[in-house]
Protein backbone atom coordinates (compact mmCIF):
# COMPACT_ATOMS: atom_id res chain seq x y z
CA UNK A 1 0.00 0.00 0.00
CA UNK A 2 1.10 3.20 -0.61
CA UNK A 3 2.84 4.79 1.98
CA UNK A 4 0.77 7.99 1.67
CA UNK A 5 -2.40 6.58 2.08
CA UNK A 6 -4.90 7.84 4.70
CA UNK A 7 -2.98 11.38 4.59
CA UNK A 8 -4.55 13.19 1.27
CA UNK A 9 -7.31 15.53 1.69
CA UNK A 10 -9.20 17.94 -0.73
CA UNK A 11 -9.33 21.27 0.43
CA UNK A 12 -12.50 23.01 -1.25
CA UNK A 13 -12.48 26.70 -2.24
CA UNK A 14 -16.35 27.65 -2.82
CA UNK A 15 -17.18 31.52 -3.58
CA UNK A 16 -18.77 33.74 -5.78
CA UNK A 17 -16.52 34.86 -9.10
CA UNK A 18 -13.73 37.37 -7.43
CA UNK A 19 -14.22 35.88 -4.21
CA UNK A 20 -10.45 34.88 -3.97
CA UNK A 21 -10.61 31.84 -4.56
CA UNK A 22 -7.95 31.11 -7.48
CA UNK A 23 -5.52 33.61 -5.15
CA UNK A 24 -5.97 31.44 -1.99
CA UNK A 25 -5.67 27.99 -4.46
CA UNK A 26 -1.93 29.11 -5.68
CA UNK A 27 -0.84 30.23 -2.08
CA UNK A 28 -2.13 27.33 -0.39
CA UNK A 29 -0.66 24.73 -3.26
CA UNK A 30 2.70 26.56 -3.14
CA UNK A 31 3.01 26.50 0.38
CA UNK A 32 2.28 22.75 0.69
CA UNK A 33 5.01 21.63 -2.18
CA UNK A 34 7.52 23.93 -0.33
CA UNK A 35 6.56 22.01 2.86
CA UNK A 36 6.84 18.58 1.19
CA UNK A 37 3.53 17.61 0.39
CA UNK A 38 2.11 16.89 -2.91
CA UNK A 39 -0.32 18.80 -3.88
CA UNK A 40 -2.53 20.25 -6.52
CA UNK A 41 -4.60 22.64 -7.79
CA UNK A 42 -7.44 22.79 -10.18
CA UNK A 43 -9.42 25.46 -10.92
CA UNK A 44 -12.39 25.93 -12.09
CA UNK A 45 -11.46 29.45 -13.75
CA UNK A 46 -8.17 27.83 -15.77
CA UNK A 47 -8.22 29.22 -19.14
CA UNK A 48 -8.36 26.11 -21.71
CA UNK A 49 -9.83 24.03 -18.80
CA UNK A 50 -9.82 20.05 -20.07
CA UNK A 51 -12.40 19.87 -16.73
CA UNK A 52 -15.03 21.89 -17.93
CA UNK A 53 -14.71 21.66 -21.50
CA UNK A 54 -18.25 21.45 -22.99
CA UNK A 55 -20.09 22.52 -20.06
CA UNK A 56 -21.91 25.56 -20.04
CA UNK A 57 -23.94 27.46 -17.23
CA UNK A 58 -27.33 25.65 -16.75
CA UNK A 59 -27.13 23.90 -13.39
CA UNK A 60 -27.02 20.63 -14.60
CA UNK A 61 -23.74 21.37 -16.03
CA UNK A 62 -22.08 23.55 -13.21
CA UNK A 63 -23.13 20.66 -11.19
CA UNK A 64 -21.55 17.97 -13.98
CA UNK A 65 -17.91 20.26 -13.74
CA UNK A 66 -18.22 19.80 -9.72
CA UNK A 67 -19.02 15.83 -9.88
CA UNK A 68 -15.58 15.58 -12.28
CA UNK A 69 -13.72 17.90 -9.97
CA UNK A 70 -14.85 15.22 -7.19
CA UNK A 71 -14.14 11.91 -8.75
CA UNK A 72 -10.47 13.38 -9.83
CA UNK A 73 -10.05 14.78 -5.91
CA UNK A 74 -10.97 11.12 -4.81
CA UNK A 75 -8.58 9.61 -6.79
CA UNK A 76 -5.67 11.64 -5.84
CA UNK A 77 -6.43 11.68 -2.29
CA UNK A 78 -6.40 7.96 -2.15
CA UNK A 79 -3.00 8.52 -3.07
CA UNK A 80 -1.71 10.89 -0.75
CA UNK A 81 -2.25 14.17 -2.65
CA UNK A 82 -3.18 17.52 -1.34
CA UNK A 83 -6.00 18.32 -3.81
CA UNK A 84 -7.06 22.38 -3.85
CA UNK A 85 -9.93 22.77 -5.97
CA UNK A 86 -11.18 26.30 -6.91
CA UNK A 87 -14.68 26.29 -7.97
CA UNK A 88 -17.25 28.71 -8.22
CA UNK A 89 -19.47 25.26 -7.16
CA UNK A 90 -22.49 27.40 -6.52
CA UNK A 91 -25.32 24.33 -6.00
CA UNK A 92 -24.93 22.94 -2.28
CA UNK A 93 -26.26 19.46 -2.77
CA UNK A 94 -23.71 18.83 -5.44
CA UNK A 95 -20.53 20.07 -2.77
CA UNK A 96 -21.89 17.62 -0.19
CA UNK A 97 -22.33 14.92 -2.41
CA UNK A 98 -18.17 15.66 -3.26
CA UNK A 99 -18.00 15.90 0.49
CA UNK A 100 -19.67 12.39 0.79
CA UNK A 101 -17.78 10.53 -1.82
CA UNK A 102 -14.42 11.71 -0.80
CA UNK A 103 -15.01 12.19 2.99
CA UNK A 104 -11.32 13.43 3.80
CA UNK A 105 -13.44 17.09 2.85
CA UNK A 106 -12.10 20.66 3.75
CA UNK A 107 -14.96 23.25 2.44
CA UNK A 108 -13.62 26.41 2.73
CA UNK A 109 -16.30 29.16 1.82
CA UNK A 110 -14.87 32.48 0.13
CA UNK A 111 -16.53 34.49 0.86
CA UNK A 112 -17.39 38.96 0.42
CA UNK A 113 -19.88 41.43 -0.30
CA UNK A 114 -21.35 41.56 -3.39
CA UNK A 115 -20.07 45.72 -3.73
CA UNK A 116 -16.51 44.47 -2.92
CA UNK A 117 -16.60 42.06 -6.07
CA UNK A 118 -18.36 44.20 -8.05
CA UNK A 119 -15.75 47.33 -7.55
CA UNK A 120 -13.10 44.12 -7.74
CA UNK A 121 -14.82 42.67 -11.29
CA UNK A 122 -11.34 41.84 -12.64
CA UNK A 123 -12.98 40.73 -15.76
CA UNK A 124 -15.83 42.80 -16.18
CA UNK A 125 -18.62 40.41 -15.89
CA UNK A 126 -20.79 42.14 -12.79
CA UNK A 127 -20.71 44.68 -14.75
CA UNK A 128 -21.98 43.02 -18.26
CA UNK A 129 -24.34 41.60 -16.32
CA UNK A 130 -25.79 44.62 -14.53
CA UNK A 131 -26.46 45.77 -17.64
CA UNK A 132 -28.19 43.36 -18.85
CA UNK A 133 -25.31 42.04 -21.53
CA UNK A 134 -24.45 38.87 -19.76
CA UNK A 135 -26.81 36.20 -18.06
CA UNK A 136 -26.39 33.21 -15.75
CA UNK A 137 -23.92 35.35 -13.26
CA UNK A 138 -24.03 33.60 -9.89
CA UNK A 139 -25.18 36.36 -7.28
CA UNK A 140 -26.71 38.28 -10.13
CA UNK A 141 -29.46 36.16 -11.75
CA UNK A 142 -28.06 32.53 -11.29
CA UNK A 143 -28.30 31.31 -7.61
CA UNK A 144 -24.92 31.01 -5.05
CA UNK A 145 -25.46 28.54 -2.35
CA UNK A 146 -23.49 29.42 0.41
CA UNK A 147 -22.49 26.97 2.32
CA UNK A 148 -24.03 25.66 5.57
CA UNK A 149 -20.99 23.57 7.30
CA UNK A 150 -18.28 25.19 5.91
CA UNK A 151 -15.00 24.67 8.26
CA UNK A 152 -13.62 27.71 7.48
CA UNK A 153 -15.29 30.79 6.11
CA UNK A 154 -12.85 33.57 4.59
CA UNK A 155 -14.08 36.94 4.10
CA UNK A 156 -11.66 38.39 1.90
CA UNK A 157 -13.11 42.01 2.41
CA UNK A 158 -11.33 42.22 5.64
CA UNK A 159 -8.73 39.04 6.01
CA UNK A 160 -5.35 39.27 3.86
CA UNK A 161 -4.58 35.79 2.35
CA UNK A 162 -2.00 35.14 4.19
CA UNK A 163 -3.75 35.69 7.70
CA UNK A 164 -6.52 33.59 5.91
CA UNK A 165 -4.15 30.73 5.39
CA UNK A 166 -3.06 30.77 8.70
CA UNK A 167 -6.40 30.19 10.10
CA UNK A 168 -6.78 27.12 7.72
CA UNK A 169 -3.46 25.45 8.24
CA UNK A 170 -4.98 25.59 12.08
CA UNK A 171 -8.19 24.07 11.13
CA UNK A 172 -6.21 20.93 9.40
CA UNK A 173 -4.29 20.52 12.15
CA UNK A 174 -7.32 20.43 14.60
CA UNK A 175 -8.52 18.04 11.96
CA UNK A 176 -5.51 16.09 12.28
CA UNK A 177 -5.07 16.38 8.31
CA UNK A 178 -1.58 18.32 8.92
CA UNK A 179 0.72 17.26 11.94
CA UNK A 180 2.59 20.14 13.78
CA UNK A 181 5.79 19.90 12.63
CA UNK A 182 4.08 20.41 9.02
CA UNK A 183 2.26 23.44 10.41
CA UNK A 184 5.56 24.99 11.68
CA UNK A 185 7.02 24.35 7.92
CA UNK A 186 3.92 25.61 6.18
CA UNK A 187 3.85 28.65 8.49
CA UNK A 188 7.29 29.66 8.55
CA UNK A 189 7.99 27.94 11.59
CA UNK A 190 4.56 28.90 14.47
CA UNK A 191 3.33 26.84 16.27
CA UNK A 192 -0.24 25.48 16.52
CA UNK A 193 -2.29 26.39 18.86
CA UNK A 194 -3.87 23.37 21.08
CA UNK A 195 -7.84 23.08 21.97
CA UNK A 196 -8.72 24.21 18.15
CA UNK A 197 -8.76 27.83 16.12
CA UNK A 198 -9.70 30.60 17.96
CA UNK A 199 -12.61 32.34 16.00
CA UNK A 200 -11.04 35.45 14.10
CA UNK A 201 -11.94 39.05 15.25
CA UNK A 202 -12.83 40.32 12.11
CA UNK A 203 -14.89 37.38 10.40
CA UNK A 204 -18.46 37.24 11.45
CA UNK A 205 -19.57 33.52 11.15
CA UNK A 206 -21.51 32.43 8.13
CA UNK A 207 -24.85 33.52 7.34
CA UNK A 208 -26.25 30.71 5.39
CA UNK A 209 -29.57 29.06 6.49
CA UNK A 210 -29.83 25.83 7.76
CA UNK A 211 -32.16 24.82 5.00
CA UNK A 212 -34.44 26.31 2.21
CA UNK A 213 -34.72 26.89 -1.37
CA UNK A 214 -32.01 28.13 -3.34
CA UNK A 215 -30.62 31.59 -2.02
CA UNK A 216 -30.45 34.06 -4.63
CA UNK A 217 -27.92 37.08 -3.95
CA UNK A 218 -29.10 40.01 -4.12
CA UNK A 219 -26.88 42.63 -6.28
CA UNK A 220 -25.45 45.50 -4.44
CA UNK A 221 -28.01 48.28 -3.80
CA UNK A 222 -27.51 50.41 -6.01
CA UNK A 223 -27.33 48.40 -8.80
CA UNK A 224 -30.87 47.82 -10.52
CA UNK A 225 -31.34 44.07 -10.09
CA UNK A 226 -31.13 42.00 -13.48
CA UNK A 227 -34.03 40.50 -14.94
CA UNK A 228 -34.89 36.76 -14.72
CA UNK A 229 -32.98 35.03 -17.57
CA UNK A 230 -35.07 33.81 -20.34
CA UNK A 231 -34.63 30.53 -21.36
CA UNK A 232 -32.70 31.00 -24.39
CA UNK A 233 -30.53 34.14 -23.98
CA UNK A 234 -32.16 37.40 -26.11
CA UNK A 235 -30.20 39.00 -28.39
CA UNK A 236 -27.23 41.29 -27.48
CA UNK A 237 -27.05 39.25 -24.56
CA UNK A 238 -24.37 36.55 -23.84
CA UNK A 239 -24.43 33.62 -21.16
CA UNK A 240 -21.57 34.09 -18.68
CA UNK A 241 -18.88 32.00 -20.26
CA UNK A 242 -16.27 30.08 -18.51
CA UNK A 243 -17.96 30.05 -15.13
CA UNK A 244 -18.75 26.53 -15.26
CA UNK A 245 -16.36 25.26 -12.29
N1 LIG B 1 -7.92 38.25 0.62
C1 LIG B 1 -7.93 39.16 -0.34
N2 LIG B 1 -7.83 40.46 -0.04
C2 LIG B 1 -7.87 41.38 -1.00
N3 LIG B 1 -8.02 41.11 -2.32
C3 LIG B 1 -8.13 39.85 -2.68
C4 LIG B 1 -8.09 38.80 -1.72
N4 LIG B 1 -8.24 37.63 -2.38
C5 LIG B 1 -8.35 37.95 -3.69
N5 LIG B 1 -8.27 39.28 -3.87
C6 LIG B 1 -8.34 39.97 -5.17
O1 LIG B 1 -9.62 39.72 -5.71
C7 LIG B 1 -9.53 39.54 -7.13
C8 LIG B 1 -10.20 38.22 -7.51
O2 LIG B 1 -9.48 37.16 -6.92
P1 LIG B 1 -9.47 35.71 -7.58
O3 LIG B 1 -9.16 35.77 -9.02
O4 LIG B 1 -8.63 34.86 -6.72
O5 LIG B 1 -11.01 35.33 -7.39
P2 LIG B 1 -11.79 34.00 -7.84
O6 LIG B 1 -12.71 33.67 -6.73
O7 LIG B 1 -10.83 32.96 -8.29
O8 LIG B 1 -12.65 34.52 -9.06
P3 LIG B 1 -13.21 33.68 -10.33
O9 LIG B 1 -14.38 32.89 -9.84
O10 LIG B 1 -13.60 34.77 -11.26
O11 LIG B 1 -12.11 32.82 -10.86
C9 LIG B 1 -8.05 39.58 -7.48
O12 LIG B 1 -7.77 40.88 -7.99
C10 LIG B 1 -7.35 39.36 -6.16
O13 LIG B 1 -6.10 40.01 -6.10
MG1 LIG C 1 -10.52 32.02 -10.04
Same mark, same amino acid.
Given at each position: ?? %? ?8 ? $? &????? /? ?6 ? %? ?35 ? &?????? =?????? $???? =????? #? /???? +? ?6 ? #? ?23 ? !??? @??? /???? !? ?8 ? +? @? !? ?11 ? %? !?????? $? ?5 ? $????? @? #? ?7 ? &? ?24 ? +?????? *? ?8 ? *? ?7 ? %? ?7
Amino acid at each position: MD %QQHGTGFVIW $L &TGMAG /AGKSTLAH %QLSKRFVAAGRPAEVMDGDAPNELFTRGLGVTKEDRD &TAVRRF =GTISRM $LVRH =GAVVV #V /ASLS +PFREARDA #VRREVRRFVEVFVDAPMDTLIARDT !EGM @YRR /ALAH !ELTNVAGIDD +P @Y !EPPVHAELVVRTD %Q !EKPDAA $LGRLFQK $LVDMK @Y #VTPAEFALL &TGGLRPRKGGAKPPKTVPPPKAKAAG +PVKVVA *PAKAAKPAKK *PAAAPAKGK %QAAKGRRG
